[in-house]
């Protein structure tokens, strides 16, 4: 069974850091891209950045919003996503998802077709 | 940036109505859509990828369409469990972007 689990939030003060990990199984991880979105309370769903896999050379994309503040990484060897997540403002509060993508190694079939149960992330003095 | 302008944002129907919300992209985008429903405190959940297929378990009801710029979610009959916002994104280009979300209630 696919399951993806996102911990890692909390309450953090304006301007502090937050480390968020999405922790896969019951899939070949290594073979997929994964994807952070979040949704602030009360809001539209808002994508936030991506993680090509190893075979498609790994790199990253980012929403303008968070671009030089957040950073996607990952651990194949351990299935886990993280977002590093710096520099911290206040419109950063939401809920935050991770989501898999497998539309590179795959098909179309395969993508955002997993959501986990997100990680609430609250920026607040 | 790829705009996707969603209508409408909401819209109160009746059990058994047919329902059609619109995606329209500022550029092409190929089908690379996607239509999601979300019920409130819950996670999104996928109804159709590539822009016109269903996703599996998902009520033959729901029906995507639509190449390039304009695309359409059609619920063909309505019911209590669809109650629920609807969000288009299109995957086409960095960054990925959503659709306003389209609020669908009880009348």
């Known amino acids: 069974e696919v399951q993806l689990v996102e911990s890692g939030g909390g309450l953090v003060q304006p301007g502090r850091s937050l480390r968020l990990s999405c922790i896969a199984s019951?899939?070949?991880?290594?073979?997929?891209?994964m994807s952070w979105f979040r949704q602030a309370p009360g809001k539209g769903l808002e994508w936030v950045s991506f993680?090509?896999?190893?075979?498609?050379?790994?790199?990253?994309e980012y929403a303008a919003a968070v671009k030089g503040r957040f950073t996607i990484s990952r651990d194949d060897s351990k299935s886990i996503a993280y977002l590093q997540m710096n520099s911290l403002k206040t419109e950063d509060t939401a809920v935050y998802y991770c989501?898999?993508?497998?539309?590179?190694?795959?098909?179309?079939?395969?993508?955002?077709?997993?959501w986990g149960q997100g990680t609430l992330v609250t920026v607040s003095s | 940036d790829i705009q996707m302008t969603q209508s409408p944002s909401a819209m109160s129907a009746s059990v058994g109505d047919r329902v059609t919300i619109t995606c329209r992209a500022s550029?092409?985008?190929?089908?690379?859509l996607v239509w999601f429903q979300q019920k409130p405190g819950k996670v999104p959940k996928r109804l159709i990828y590539?822009?016109?297929s269903l996703e599996s378990g998902v009520p033959s009801r729901f029906s995507g369409s639509g190449s390039g710029t304009e695309f359409t979610l059609t619920i063909s009959s309505l019911q209590p469990e669809d109650f629920a916002t609807y969000y288009c994104?299109?995957?086409?280009?960095?960054?990925?972007?959503f659709g306003q979300g389209t609020k669908v209630e009880i009348k």
């Open positions: 019951g899939f070949t991880f290594g073979d997929y891209g």
């Open positions: 550029q092409g985008i190929s089908n690379y």
């Open positions: 993680i090509r896999s190893k075979a498609h050379g790994g790199t990253t």
């Open positions: 590539a822009a016109s």
């Open positions: 989501s898999r993508d497998g539309s590179g190694s795959y098909s179309l079939g395969r993508i955002l077709d997993y």
């Open positions: 994104l299109q995957h086409n280009n960095y960054p990925w972007t």
